[in-house]
């Protein structure tokens, strides 16, 4: 909006060139949603403790987290306002990415804030069954993957697969990258939802993963950067910068009160939004293997439950003492804030091995 409004106005004031800049938009949109966040977190915080909002803590689970029961959830509905806002003011609104990638990050918030309202309305840990929630995330997945598929043509956008670290590992798709897409938004979303199990773990990783992304999308964006690292080139993908960099602004506004203790939780509002959102712009900036990379701690969180089912089902014993994988450190006796920030360096060292594939090819 913001750019639609001022920019024009460059040729009259040359000040308002500055708008032409991605970069500048993106840092725009990130010191927004931050001050949104910060400045609406404490009466939101109270709205949902009005409205009775309170996380439901599973008996299951370890008993130190009985202590949270009664903690607003559905903050996530406090991120997405901070990320919706700054998009629609920084952002370029004629470019398709920003509301592909937007409506998708929507898509999968409505899904998460439906199976939150169920546990919320039933004051226990269970909303949604396991089968339809995950047919819902296909479905926006489905949706998101069969319309960029459609306009690949008239965005130049190309249904090939890309491998890091190797220049010349392309492979043409064709119809199978629909699949390849679901399959990317529907493991990120649930692996982020994973990993929002301690105070500020996830929503941490998010903005180092969300900051990555911002990285990616500028280059992929950038026609003669992505010459210079042979990365594939997407015309228009850089916009998606402006959008990462609100997430990181919204991430970094809702660690405020997520952080250990922890005043409110995102729910899955907040985790299924954030990962559909990271996943769709990993697609459209042509980096998607390297999602497991970028993410590598969500991706750990979703192995280890993966892990510790199958070795029960096939072995009847377990791997992990309990899973997700930092229940497994939290019931070796580490404390909850100390799990935290070591998870949270780790995030930081994929994130920068992530960066490494741009130059190491």
Request: include cysteine; charged fraction near 10%; aromatic fraction near 12%.
């Amino acid at each position: 909006m913001l750019y639609w409004l001022l920019y024009p106005l460059a040729d009259h004031f040359s000040v308002f060139n500055v708008f032409r800049y991605i970069t500048f938009r993106a840092a725009g949109a990130t010191v927004t949603a931050l001050a949104l966040s910060l400045l609406l977190g404490r009466p939101f915080i109270a709205w949902l403790r009005q409205m009775s909002m309170g996380q439901s803590i599973r008996d299951v689970g370890p008993a130190s987290h009985q202590v949270k029961a009664g903690t607003p959830t559905m903050g996530g509905l406090l991120i997405l306002f901070a990320l919706t806002v700054p998009t629609l003011l920084w952002a370029n609104l004629t470019n398709v990415y920003v509301w592909l990638v937007f409506g998708t990050t929507l898509a999968f918030g409505a899904v998460g804030f439906w199976d939150d309202f169920v546990k919320v309305r039933k004051k226990r840990n269970l909303g949604l069954t396991a089968r339809a929630k995950m047919l819902l995330q296909i479905v926006a997945a489905l949706a998101f993957a069969c319309l960029l598929y459609s306009l690949r043509q008239e965005l130049g956008f190309s249904d090939t697969l890309a491998f890091p670290f190797f220049k010349k590992a392309v492979f043409n798709l064709g119809l199978l990258y629909v699949p390849l897409v679901v399959s990317v938004l529907v493991g990120a979303s649930n692996a982020v939802n994973l990993t929002d199990g301690l105070d500020g773990l996830a929503i941490g990783a998010t903005l180092i993963a969300a900051g990555t992304y911002a990285v990616f999308s500028y280059v992929a964006g950038n026609s003669v950067a992505a010459r210079y690292l042979q990365v594939p080139y997407v015309p228009g993908a850089g916009e998606l910068a402006v959008f990462c960099g609100a997430m990181v602004g919204a991430s970094l506004g809702f660690l405020w009160f997520n952080a250990h203790p922890a005043e409110v939780f995102m729910g899955d509002v907040g985790s299924l939004a954030i990962g559909g959102a990271i996943g769709s712009v990993a697609v459209v900036a042509k980096q998607e293997l390297v999602l497991v990379l970028v993410g590598g701690l969500f991706v750990l969180e979703a192995l280890s439950v993966i892990v510790q089912v199958v070795s029960f089902k096939l072995r009847g014993k377990r791997v992990l003492r309990m899973a997700p994988l930092h229940h497994h450190f939290e019931l070796g006796g580490w404390a909850e804030p100390k799990i935290i920030v070591r998870f949270w360096i780790l995030a930081i060292l994929f994130a920068l091995l992530s960066l490494s594939t741009l130059k190491l090819r």
